[in-house]
């Protein structure tokens, strides 16, 4: 990890300015991008965004169709993290659903749902350097399941920590689960964070402070959802994702759709 | 095709924001044959391969794309089985991620145009550790004749149109990315 000087006082300062330039934007009528590609308190950013505006395209046939996934591809156990071992992995258990909806609406069916996480500890099974926290024997991480007829998924896992991250002195990121989502058209793919509520490194956190809007830093924020709560076993948590981006509609309405 | 697009829709609710991927997709998004729409060396098989740079021309080792393809016919698949590949069903989708020294590689076939007139292309997704959020663009054939009636590639200057045309090489197809920089990427939005 490369050694650096700024605190988070340093970090702090960059996240309110540009917070504060954002706003000055919007109301000139031109809301920012989000999150923000070119945000330099999240200091790996600087060499890898884009410098030109992206270009409008008209999506053609391919782009208006999804990727196609089902049952033969995921085992349902896949949904439940806390099964890699021979024992139960340290943490507090918790079950994670919500449904996959479409800029209109309508469910996600049958689609894949990827996500990954840290431990309990914030320890992530990967090569790279991390900070030695323990590894759990019975915790991998890793997740996958298809959605249902109502676009729903479900995962039972455990509450990951916070984790340390070297992008300036006292670095940490929030809790979080990472998801990986495809939509009804290749155009809707997305790739996000789920966090948990009320979180008190949300403010110091430049990946989740690169939504300059408070409004949609709020909708990767997970609601504590006692009706998802398994007795005597789980806290339950619930969180919608919506994709958007053009895509095909039909001629005929799909069953269920009525 | 049993089910035609009639329009288009983009929706009016809120998009949820995406987020960066991360350093530590390594474990959990890679699987084995990802990479492979076909086995290798099959007949009719290309090799789809590159690198993927930063702005000061360093290559990116914690990157991942995504294509999303027509068959050799131009056929959209909607066969599942990306997943566990059986090595007989295309379904035109394949997930690579790039290795230490920046590279990464696809076995797949040539898309096909999906319509008269229409340009065959990958659709290709971009993630990476320090990208906040997905990029996304097209890799064209290089010399395809419906290139030069394509509405995206004719708006675009020359410089920016070579960023978007993949080279011939021996094996196939050599197409690379650069996040930034003077030979940037051309992507695209579809709003
Ligand atoms: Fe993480």
Redesign the interface.
Same mark, same amino acid.
Not at chain 1, 178 to 202: C, E, K, N, V, W
Not at chain 2, 23 to 51: K, M, Q, T
Not at chain 2, 82 to 106: E, M
């Given at each position: 990890m490369t050694a650096t000087t700024e605190t988070q006082a340093d970090l702090s300062a960059e996240i309110a300015k540009i917070e504060a330039d954002a706003e000055g934007q919007t109301q000139e009528g031109k809301p920012s991008r989000q999150p923000l590609l070119d945000y330099p308190p999240y200091r790996s950013s600087i060499l890898r965004h884009p410098t030109k505006d992206p270009r409008h395209a008209d999506p053609e046939t391919i782009e208006l169709w999804a990727p196609c996934f089902g049952h033969s591809d995921v085992d349902p156990l896949e949904a439940d993290l806390t099964i890699a071992g021979s024992n139960e992995p340290i943490g507090e258990r918790i079950t994670v659903s919500g449904r996959v909806l479409d800029g209109e609406g309508r469910p996600v069916r049958n689609q894949l749902v990827e996500i990954w996480q840290a431990n309990s500890a914030g320890r992530y099974v990967h090569k790279r350097e991390q900070h030695p926290a323990p590894l759990d024997p019975n915790f991998t991480g890793v997740g996958r399941c298809i959605t249902d007829a109502e676009g729903r998924y479900r995962f039972q896992t455990i509450k990951p920590g916070p984790y340390p991250w070297g992008n300036h002195i006292n670095a940490w990121r929030p809790a979080h689960i990472h998801f990986s989502l495809f939509g009804r058209a290749f155009t809707q793919r997305l790739i996000t964070q789920m966090y948990f509520p009320s979180d008190p490194l949300f403010a110091l956190d430049p990946i989740y402070q690169s939504i300059t809007s408070q409004k949609d830093r709020d909708a990767l924020v997970a609601r504590y959802d006692h009706d998802l709560s398994v007795p005597e076993y789980s806290m339950g948590y619930s969180w919608d994702i919506v994709v958007t981006g053009p895509s095909r509609t039909w001629t005929e309405p799909e069953e269920g759709d009525l | 095709m049993s089910?035609?697009?009639?329009?288009? #829709?983009? !929706? *009016?609710?809120?998009?949820?924001?995406?987020?960066?991927? =991360?350093?530590?997709?390594?474990?959990?998004?890679p699987y084995e044959g990802d990479a492979d729409l076909v086995p290798p060396g099959s007949p009719g098989s290309i090799r789809l391969h590159g690198w993927v740079y930063?702005?000061?021309g360093?290559p990116?080792p914690d990157a991942l794309l995504?294509i999303?393809?027509?068959d050799a016919d131009g056929n959209?698949?909607? #066969?599942? !089985? *990306?997943?566990?590949r059986d090595g007989w069903t295309f379904? =035109?989708?394949g997930r690579a991620g790039t290795d230490l020294h920046g590279h990464y590689s696809f076995s797949t076939v040539l898309?096909g145009a999906?319509?008269e007139g229409?340009?065959p292309?990958f659709?290709l997704?971009v993630?990476?550790?320090?990208?906040?959020?997905?990029?996304?663009t097209?890799i064209y054939l290089p010399e395809h004749p419906a290139n030069a009636g394509d509405?995206?590639l004719v708006?675009?200057s020359e410089d920016?149109r070579a960023t978007l045309v993949a080279t011939a090489d021996a094996t196939g197809l050599r197409f690379d990315i650069h996040?930034?920089g003077d030979r940037?990427?051309?992507?695209?939005?579809?709003?």
């Amino acid at each position: 990890m490369t050694a650096t000087t700024e605190t988070q006082a340093d970090l702090s300062a960059e996240i309110a300015k540009i917070e504060a330039d954002a706003e000055g934007q919007t109301q000139e009528g031109k809301p920012s991008r989000q999150p923000l590609l070119d945000y330099p308190p999240y200091r790996s950013s600087i060499l890898r965004h884009p410098t030109k505006d992206p270009r409008h395209a008209d999506p053609e046939t391919i782009e208006l169709w999804a990727p196609c996934f089902g049952h033969s591809d995921v085992d349902p156990l896949e949904a439940d993290l806390t099964i890699a071992g021979s024992n139960e992995p340290i943490g507090e258990r918790i079950t994670v659903s919500g449904r996959v909806l479409d800029g209109e609406g309508r469910p996600v069916r049958n689609q894949l749902v990827e996500i990954w996480q840290a431990n309990s500890a914030g320890r992530y099974v990967h090569k790279r350097e991390q900070h030695p926290a323990p590894l759990d024997p019975n915790f991998t991480g890793v997740g996958r399941c298809i959605t249902d007829a109502e676009g729903r998924y479900r995962f039972q896992t455990i509450k990951p920590g916070p984790y340390p991250w070297g992008n300036h002195i006292n670095a940490w990121r929030p809790a979080h689960i990472h998801f990986s989502l495809f939509g009804r058209a290749f155009t809707q793919r997305l790739i996000t964070q789920m966090y948990f509520p009320s979180d008190p490194l949300f403010a110091l956190d430049p990946i989740y402070q690169s939504i300059t809007s408070q409004k949609d830093r709020d909708a990767l924020v997970a609601r504590y959802d006692h009706d998802l709560s398994v007795p005597e076993y789980s806290m339950g948590y619930s969180w919608d994702i919506v994709v958007t981006g053009p895509s095909r509609t039909w001629t005929e309405p799909e069953e269920g759709d009525l | 095709m049993s089910t035609i697009p009639t329009q288009i #829709a983009s !929706g *009016s609710a809120s998009a949820t924001p995406g987020q960066t991927i =991360g350093p530590f997709f390594g474990y959990a998004l890679p699987y084995e044959g990802d990479a492979d729409l076909v086995p290798p060396g099959s007949p009719g098989s290309i090799r789809l391969h590159g690198w993927v740079y930063d702005g000061a021309g360093n290559p990116i080792p914690d990157a991942l794309l995504e294509i999303w393809q027509t068959d050799a016919d131009g056929n959209v698949p909607q #066969a599942e !089985g *990306s997943l566990h590949r059986d090595g007989w069903t295309f379904t =035109g989708w394949g997930r690579a991620g790039t290795d230490l020294h920046g590279h990464y590689s696809f076995s797949t076939v040539l898309p096909g145009a999906a319509g008269e007139g229409r340009v065959p292309f990958f659709a290709l997704t971009v993630f990476a550790r320090g990208l906040l959020d997905k990029l996304q663009t097209r890799i064209y054939l290089p010399e395809h004749p419906a290139n030069a009636g394509d509405p995206l590639l004719v708006s675009l200057s020359e410089d920016e149109r070579a960023t978007l045309v993949a080279t011939a090489d021996a094996t196939g197809l050599r197409f690379d990315i650069h996040l930034q920089g003077d030979r940037e990427t051309t992507f695209l939005n579809y709003g």
